[in-house]
């Protein structure tokens, strides 16, 4: 019988006591058996190093990890797992999530599909989301309605570029799409955005639309913390900032241009630097945004959208 490829789980973790021990749980759990479980500790304060050791004294076999002498950042972290990590499958996941036992079986099924119909290619694979609390109650059956993400396997590059919706805690990739991504640019804040984005332009997607991970919820999230969320729900201030013009895209975004061939790739990603950065009127700005389809394709949000550059302070350019 031929064995599974192996595939490496790659875990950033810092101060992560409280859930790590029952997201690992999910891990080896897995149906998909032949893993290795690398994490990296970004100096963690609390118990989360114990718990690691703990871990790797029951699965000597299947859990490696190193410890950083200073805080690096969750981007860094990632970044060294990656550059570090020398299986030719790679599957991200955060300290406090729940897998899905049959997560890295339905993944490793499509890449290994996706491989077959783009030889050579680097390719990617991630999946919708359900959320959950601290208590595992589920509060959103899926992330990407949640989020209103129309994520395909049609190639999209806009929605990409734009809303995204690209989720690093889903995220399996092969060793190629790995060396067409690094070295992570300095300004990057947001890793999976990066990792989408290159998918998107260099490689090939396959999103499976089922929610193959339990994305908890809580206070101490980075991106998407509890108290986030509900202000954005209930406050009528998320309708007055333009997406994304806090993130830092417009600073690494323009080290791609000299990577892009098509011409109609190249077109897009420069409507989109235009837009981050306002180097146009209003109105052209917003002409592009839809043409080149680089926000969410709901006619209510496109609408406020409008509104939204018409009305709101210049920002300043970058």
């Known amino acids: 019988m031929h064995k599974s490829p192996l595939v490496a789980v790659l875990i950033a973790t810092y101060n992560g006591e409280a859930f790590l021990k029952q997201q690992l749980d999910s891990i080896l759990n897995q149906t998909y058996s032949n893993i290795k479980i690398y994490i990296s500790d970004d100096n963690s304060s609390d118990t989360t190093v114990q718990i690691i050791e703990n871990y790797k004294e029951k699965f000597p076999d299947k859990i490696f990890y190193t410890l950083n002498k200073s805080n690096v950042g969750v981007v860094k972290n990632f970044e060294n797992l990656i550059f570090n990590c020398q299986e030719e499958y790679m599957a991200l996941s955060d300290q406090d999530d729940i897998w899905q036992v049959n ?69 399996l990739m092969n060793k190629r799409f790995k060396h067409s991504t690094l070295p992570f640019p300095d300004a990057l804040d947001r890793h999976d955005y990066w990792l989408g984005l290159h998918a998107e332009l260099f490689g090939k997607r396959k999103t499976i639309q089922e929610q193959l991970v339990q994305y908890r919820i809580h206070n101490d999230n980075i991106s998407n913390s509890k108290s986030i ?90």
């Open 103 to 171: 997560k890295l079986k339905k993944q490793m099924d499509a890449m290994l599909e996706l491989e077959s119909e783009n030889i050579s290619l680097p390719c990617l694979v991630n999946s919708d989301l359900s959320m959950i609390d601290e208590k595992e109650q589920m509060t959103h059956q899926s992330y990407f309605k949640f989020r209103n993400y129309v994520l395909s396997d049609k190639r999209d590059l806009g929605h990409i570029l734009g809303p995204s919706g690209i989720m690093g805690n889903t995220l």
């Open 229 to 318: 969320i509900k202000k954005n729900k209930m406050s009528i201030k998320r309708d007055i900032k333009l997406p994304n013009m806090e993130t830092n895209r417009k600073l690494f975004l323009p080290k791609l241009i000299g990577r892009i061939t098509s011409k109609e790739d190249l077109k897009t990603v420069n409507a989109y630097i235009d837009y981050l950065k306002f180097n146009k009127n209003r109105l052209s700005l917003y002409c592009d945004l839809i043409y080149f389809s680089l926000v969410k394709k709901s006619l209510l949000f496109r609408m406020k959208l409008l509104l939204k550059l018409l009305f709101t302070n210049r920002y300043n350019k970058v």
